[in-house]
């Protein structure tokens, strides 16, 4: 059984640019959510996919967006990078619960740090 | 919005000390969750707490879900060099397809 894996690990980026950051969600898995976390706090959910179909989102502007794959895959596009868009993007996957949601017990990648200039 | 306020922010302590950490919300969560996170890592769960009252162990760990819902403790005893991490607090909101308010997380140091 393999367990949730991001890409890149780490990348640096300039003001203004995109970025893509890809998950594979852990086997039998059909939820992903995406959180970023700053350093020195928790993570703050940004969304969650279900059957790949946004089910949630938080408090994020639309250039944070995401796509999930019919093999359960994930990716989270952020367009004009600010500085503050600097951060760890962890994917977390779950099974889900009734209608869809998730129960809490997410299993998380290691990240993808972001750094941008 | 939701905020979970978790204390103390760091511990300091010698191997083989008891730990306890708090998480207190100023809104009410149906589940309670304890994750632990260490360094290039993600956060891993530890403990989760589905009911008003309950207290559930996972080896050396205990953590409790406050019976107002609005607060959860997690006490680790003997701790050894190994606990050292941050750990989380976190409330599930079923709002939202279900997502997680994470506390600041309290960073522990064990000393050998």
């Known amino acids: 059984e393999t367990g949730v894996t991001q890409s890149p690990t780490h990348l640096i980026k300039t003001r203004g640019q995109q970025v893509t950051l890809r998950c594979s969600s852990q086997?039998?898995?059909?939820?992903v959510s995406w959180y970023q976390q700053a350093l020195g706090q928790g993570p703050q959910f940004i969304f969650q996919?279900?059957?790949?179909?946004?089910?949630g989102r938080g408090n994020f502007p639309p250039r944070f967006s995401g796509l999930q794959f019919p093999n359960y895959s994930s990716e989270l596009n952020v367009n004009a990078l600010e500085l503050d868009d600097s951060a760890l993007y962890l994917c977390a996957s779950s099974s889900p619960g009734l209608a869809g949601t998730n129960t809490g017990e997410l299993f998380f990648g290691e990240g993808s740090r972001l750094t941008v200039l | 919005g939701q905020q979970l306020n978790q204390s103390p922010q760091s511990m300091f302590i010698q191997e083989g000390e008891d730990v306890s950490m708090n998480c207190t919300s100023s809104?009410?969560?149906?589940?309670w969750l304890w994750y632990k996170q260490e360094p290039g890592e993600g956060p891993v769960l530890l403990i989760a707490?589905?009911?008003?009252?309950e207290l559930t162990s996972n080896g050396r760990l205990t953590a409790q879900f406050g019976i107002t819902r609005k607060d959860s403790f997690l006490n680790i005893s003997a701790s050894i060099p190994s606990d050292v991490g941050i750990y989380f607090c976190a409330g599930l909101d079923y709002n939202q397809g279900g997502k997680l308010i994470f506390g600041q997380g309290t960073e522990l140091s064990v000393k050998p």
């Open positions: 707490l589905y009911k008003a009252g």
């Open positions: 086997s039998g898995h059909n939820t």
């Open positions: 996919y279900y059957r790949e179909e946004e089910n």
């Open positions: 809104s009410i969560f149906n589940t």
